[in-house]
C-alpha cells in the first residue's frame, strides 16, 4: 500500500474545505470590521481593506510616496524605515525531487524527510532527538530553520501543480518557482494532496514526433512533444504563438494532456486517476 504522503492526486468524496491553519503571510481581517485596514505581510509600504469582518480585498493598496503601514496605528504615516511581517526569502526546502539523491521535506512534519533516488521516493526518514528540525539540507537544533509552513503555498518549479494549504478544494498552477501567485489559484475538478511526488512506475515508448511552434486556441501548458521531454509550450493569450519554457531540474514535461505538469523522468508518462 502506499504511503499517503507518496500520493500525488487522490480522489476524494469528503473534504474539510476550511484547513485549521494560521497563515502567517497572509492579511488578517478576523473581527475586524468593514474597511479596516491591515498591512499587507508581503510590503511593509502597502495595506489591505477588510469586507467584511474576516476577509480582505483581493489586491493590497499601496501608501503614498515616502510613506509606510503603521501596524500600531493600522494607517499609512510618514516614513521610510520598516520590516514586512513576512519574509519574501524561502528557505532551501525542497518539496518536489530536482534531483537524484535531493532531500525533501515532509508537507506533514518539520521532524522529518525523505530522498529522491533512482527507482522513487524513499522514507519518511526521523530527524534524531538532539537535531530534531530538518532545514531542507540536514536536521538540525534550530527550531526557527525549519522547513515546514504548511500555511503558505510555495512553488518549487515551473509548470506543476500544488494544493492550496489552507483549503483542500483549491490549488495552484506554478509558473515559476517562488510564492505561489492568486492570479493562478483554481478550484479543481478533483482534489488534490501535497507530495513530494507523484506516485507512478509505468514507462511507455514510441517514436517520438515533435512541432516546433504552436499558435494558442486557450490558456494553459501543452507538451511538444508525444514522450516526455523536457521543454514545453505554454499560452497566456489566444492567438498569439506560445512561448517555449524548459522544465527545472532534472524534471520533463508529462505529454497526457490530462496532467499537463512537469514530472519526474521515472513518474513520466503519468496517467492521473480521474481521467477518463
Known sequence: MLNPVQKAIVLLGVC?????????????????PAGFMVPDPMDCKQFYYCLNGEFPMDHPFPCGPGMIFDVILNKCQVGTDCTAQCPTAVPNCHFTCDATYDLVRDPSSCSQYFQCLPHGLEGPFACGSGTPYFNGENCVDDEGAC?????????????????????????????????ASEENHFPPSATLTSSPSVTSTTMETSTTVCIDSLVCTVPGAF?????????????DTIGQEAGV?????DLVFNPDPAYPFCVLPTNCPYHPPYED
Open 16 to 32: 474539510v474545505a476550511v484547513a485549521v491553519c494560521v497563515d502567517k503571510c497572509s492579511p488578517d481581517c478576523t473581527g475586524k
Open 147 to 179: 522547513c515546514s509552513d504548511q500555511c503558505t503555498a510555495y512553488c518549487e518549479a515551473a509548470m506543476t501543480q500544488i494544493a492550496d494549504p489552507k483549503n483542500c478544494t483549491n490549488y495552484y498552477i506554478c509558473l515559476a518557482p517562488g510564492l
Open 223 to 235: 507538451s511538444k512533444c508525444n514522450t516526455c521531454d523536457k521543454e514545453f509550450f505554454y499560452c
Open 245 to 249: 519554457y524548459t522544465c527545472t531540474g
